[in-house]
């Protein structure tokens, strides 16, 4: 069976495909290149580039951005958080330091011991223990005063304050030194995994992705809990070292809860984890359990400290676990920010769509002879004529000239008016098109969890001052179309004779031509809204300007109307794409974590640690320790 039973069991160490020493101590595969046991500095990686491209990932992850609402986008703002720190926490500074003291982090649910049992490896009561939970508020970090520099520099856990005295503030890092912990070793107390502190379980998850080792503390009545398998589960998909202890054991169950603990890390791949199997027991006045206890446990611990080679081979094993798992990681960031970019793209064609329909409404309106009706066309009529010069028109369009340009001089016309009509009839079709655009971009963006989010009411209407700017736009258009007028026939004799008056008239002659088809020929509804006059219309334009000239200044007035409009509406549009253009993340992000990871990746495949291999194995060795009266609960 592979796994400890009892606590007199021992544990070997073991590197990939080798077996334990004869005398117990942690054996290291020569992949390490330490020139002996006596020296503590492993050899380098061989690879000075790896530094540099975890590095630029550093910077690649902390330009990622997912403000979008998305499904994905919470899990991977979390993800960019944990590489975060533990890129700052533990790879960069462990890369600059491989031959620093191995950091076991000990981690564990609520009341399962965990301080008690740092207190009583040490030997010293360093991390406070008690039935209030959460007990351990701060990390506790407890070495040998040999070791104390290295920690207080503060390049592992940069984060975190450190600090001589006990505190509740999770961001300081308690350090304690203790003479009867050996050189090259430090125990972390972290907080409970499952703790009632939000901040407290999120520091706990942090400390466990800069260590070493992780030391996994359950007890008999809690092994089987969810929240610790998941980490279990992290820890196998990281490559990272891992022991465990089983505390609290009765010990009538020992031999059937340490079987079934076995069998489910078994099942879950986690079977080479070294397992410690402690009885439930008393602990003296120092609250420290007795020494018999903790003994296998304190020996495995000795013989790892005082092995240079040991403690390199599960550095690298950890290190490379958690370089292997950067690309995968790092490309679940780039698809979600693809995602991100995608939403923002597909949020812009619901606007752009919402908009370009009102776009050809209007232009629709301006086709199929609708502005002609009601007062427009009321005032229009008023404007050409009575029905005798109708009459004349029709009878006598060979002196149509004269009889125009007599009428235009002999007496005013209602010119104030029908500007006038034409300008509102616009404006009520700018208002309505806008309005129903904003309807639907709103609508568009509410069915859409990154659009719903972005939404304030306002954006269900056009803009408060939408009339304003569509009865200036009407204004400015008028006075080009008479700009056009002038332009056109500057050198005509019409308009220097007729001067301003004949300018304004025919420019509002030119409105009505607007208004009607393209080649101003009537059909469908212009038909209906008055045939009769709009040929009128046209006749009267071709008296001045001639055939062609009409149906150029029809065409230059319509598309510089069209033009002034869709500016109108893109500026409606703009409060939406606004918004995207805000929360939207450069594609260049997703190309920056992808080359990122490429880099570190190819660094990492250059390096000593793409072959890491497992280093630590449990094997028992058939002895089983009898408890003595004193030690029995």
């Known amino acids: 069976m592979s796994y400890l039973v009892s606590v007199g069991h021992a544990l070997a160490v073991t590197t990939h495909g080798d077996s334990a020493s004869p005398s117990g101590a942690p054996a290291v595969a020569a992949r390490t290149g330490s020139t002996g046991a006596g020296e503590d500095r492993p050899a380098p990686t061989g690879d000075d580039t790896l530094p540099d491209a975890l590095t630029s990932l550093r910077a690649a992850i902390g330009a990622a951005r997912f403000p979008l609402a998305l499904p994905s986008a919470e899990l991977a703002a979390r993800t960019v958080a944990a590489l975060a720190d533990q890129l700052d926490d533990y790879l960069l500074p462990r890369l600059t330091r491989l031959d620093a003291p191995l950091l076991v982090v000990v981690g564990g649910s609520t009341g399962a011991g965990k301080s008690t049992l740092v207190n009583s490896l040490v030997q010293a009561r360093v991390s406070a223990a008690g039935v209030l939970r959460p007990t351990t508020r701060s990390p506790v970090l407890v070495c040998n005063p040999a070791d104390s520099a290295w920690f207080r520099r503060g390049e592992l856990l940069p984060g975190l ?33 499952d703790s009632v502190v939000d901040a407290n379980r999120a520091l706990a998850n942090q400390l466990l992705a800069a260590a070493d080792l992780w030391l996994f503390v359950t007890t008999a009545a809690r092994y089987a809990d969810a929240v610790p398998w998941e980490l279990l589960h992290n820890a196998r998909a990281r490559g990272a070292v891992l022991a465990l202890v089983l505390n609290r054991v009765p010990a009538e169950a020992t031999d059937e809860v340490a079987a079934h603990l076995a069998e489910m890390l078994a099942e879950q791949g986690l079977d080479a984890a070294p397992l410690f199997v402690l009885p439930e027991t008393w602990v003296d006045g120092q609250g420290l359990l007795p020494g018999r206890s903790t003994a296998p446990l304190a020996d495995w611990f000795a ?95 060979g002196r149509l000239r004269d009889r125009v340009m007599a009428a235009f001089s002999r007496r005013p016309v209602p010119v104030v008016e029908l500007r006038d009509a034409i300008e509102s009839q616009l404006v009520t079709l700018l208002r309505g098109v806008a309005a129903e655009a904003a309807e639907h971009a709103y609508t568009g963006w509410k069915a859409h969890p990154a659009g719903a989010a972005l939404l304030e009411p306002d954006l269900a209407h056009h803009a408060a001052d939408l009339p304003q700017r569509a009865e200036r736009l009407v204004r400015d258009w008028q006075r080009g179309v008479l700009e056009l007028v002038r332009a056109e026939g500057g050198d005509r004799r019409f308009v220097a004779r007729t001067a301003a008056y004949a300018v304004n008239a025919t420019g509002l002659a030119v409105m009505i031509a607007v208004f009607a088809s393209t080649a101003f020929i009537p059909t469908g509804l212009e038909v209906a809204t008055g045939a009769g006059t709009t040929l009128a219309g046209q006749a009267v334009l071709q008296a001045i300007f001639g055939d062609q000239a009409v149906r150029t200044l029809a065409r230059k007035a319509r598309e510089d109307l069209l033009e002034r409009v869709t500016v109108l509406l893109d500026d409606e549009a703009t409060r939406y794409l606004a918004r995207t253009r805000q929360a939207r993340p450069p594609a260049r992000n997703a190309t920056a974590l992808r080359q990122a990871a490429e880099r570190v990746e190819a660094a990492r495949l250059g390096s000593g640690f793409a072959d890491a291999a497992p280093v630590l194995s449990a094997q028992t060795t058939g002895v089983d320790a009898q408890l003595t009266d004193g030690e029995r609960p």
């Open 161 to 193: 304050t450190r600090t001589n005295q006990p505190s509740d503030d999770p961001r300081t890092l308690h350090l304690v030194t203790a003479p009867a912990l050996p050189p090259g070793l430090a125990f972390l107390d972290a907080p409970d995994i």
């Open 303 to 397: 013989r790892l400290a005082a092995d240079a080679e040991a403690r390199s081979a599960v550095v690298r094993q950890t290190l490379g676990g958690a370089l292997a798992l950067l690309q995968p990681t790092v490309e679940s960031l780039a698809l979600a920010v693809d995602e991100q970019v995608a939403a923002a793209d597909a949020l812009d064609d619901r606007v752009r769509a919402a908009y370009r329909a009102a776009n050809r409404t209007v232009d629709q309106g301006l086709r199929d002879g609708r502005l002609l009706r009601g007062e427009v066309l009321a005032r229009w009529q008023e404007f050409i004529g009575t029905s005798d010069l109708f009459r004349t028109l029709e009878a006598r369009i």
